[in-house]
């Protein structure tokens, strides 16, 4: 049976990184028999300047009948004096809302190859492998009440509200929980339940839901905590999961442990597991259209896409594996270059990973 995917390059650098995973994509699909079906579709600013709009009606249905989406990257100098409801994110918050993306995975990995890439030490850093689950539609970023009011003294007053409720946290737990059974078995917990009642509900709910999965090891940490241990010792994570501002704080800053944002993928799922791909990067309108950006956040996204919307993880591990190989080889692009190594166009990294598979 074949699998729909819809493309979405998106502005800047997005069309010469997903080209690249699109080329390796094909490799694994002959290899393993995916049975792998692309459409090419507008988002972003490239959306704007086609059809008014960031984002189309007939894109979201396709993206909403397809297996999943991979996406590169939205926006750019030319749109960003639009008026705030057309600009290009839009698009991107429209297809995560319309597709219920409620879980935002982003693992933070570091290949051993590149760990002087990291500001921490290499020993610290060497092999690090979380992933971090973050809640992604609810939370703090979209409780109401919220606004700025004026008080009676005349004094402005700037108010947002942090809210989950029950199921919200039942099912970025769950999520968080069969994630960490095909991994190291380990899920922290991060809240501030010293501090926030609506974070001693979400501490109570990921408590009761560990119960169904006894071989995990639950552990509970406190926001500020977690981010200090992020940065002392970030190897005693496997699975962090979390709400929305909390999981938007740490996951950047997991990110930064690796040193290269060229290299890092991430998913958002939906509760039928199916997804948008994308690598956590932007659109780089400084390096586009110059043949020297990093494709392997894009092509690592596209193997998550295989494991997690479309249950291929051999062909998953394969593209992992080639992505290590070219790096074993030297091959490295702009961005992680170091002395010694061989320097790489985004197309030659692509034609690598696709020689080393
Ligand atoms: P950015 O991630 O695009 O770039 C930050 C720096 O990292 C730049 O120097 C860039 O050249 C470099 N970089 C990024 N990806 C790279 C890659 N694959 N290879 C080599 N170098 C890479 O962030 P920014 O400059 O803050 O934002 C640029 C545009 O991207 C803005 O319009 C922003 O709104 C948008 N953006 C989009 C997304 C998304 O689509 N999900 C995410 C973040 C930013």
Redesign the pocket.
Known sequence: MSKKIVLLP?????PE?VAEAVKVLEVVDKKHKLGLKFEEELI?GSAIDVHGVPLASSTLEKCQAADAVL???????K??TLDSSIR??KG?LKIRYEMGLFGNLRPAILYPQLADASSLKPELVAGLDILIVRELTGGIYFGEPRGIRLLDNGERQGYNTYVYAEHEIERIGRMAFEMAMKRNKKVCSVDKANVLEATVLWREVVQSLSREYPEVELSHMYVDNAAMQLVRQPKQFDVIVTGNMFGDILSDTAAMLTG???MLPSASLNKDKRGLY??????????AGQG???????ILSAAMMLRYSLDQGEAADAIEAAVGKVLDDGYR???IFSEGCTKVSTKEMGDAVVAAI
């Open positions: 998106g502005d800047g650098i997005g990184i972003g996406m590169g990257s939205v926006g750019g100098p749109w960003d290009p994110e991107l290269s944002i060229g994308e690598p956590v990067h932007g659109s780089a309108p400084d390096i020297i950006a990093n494709p392997l956040a894009t692009s702009a961005d």
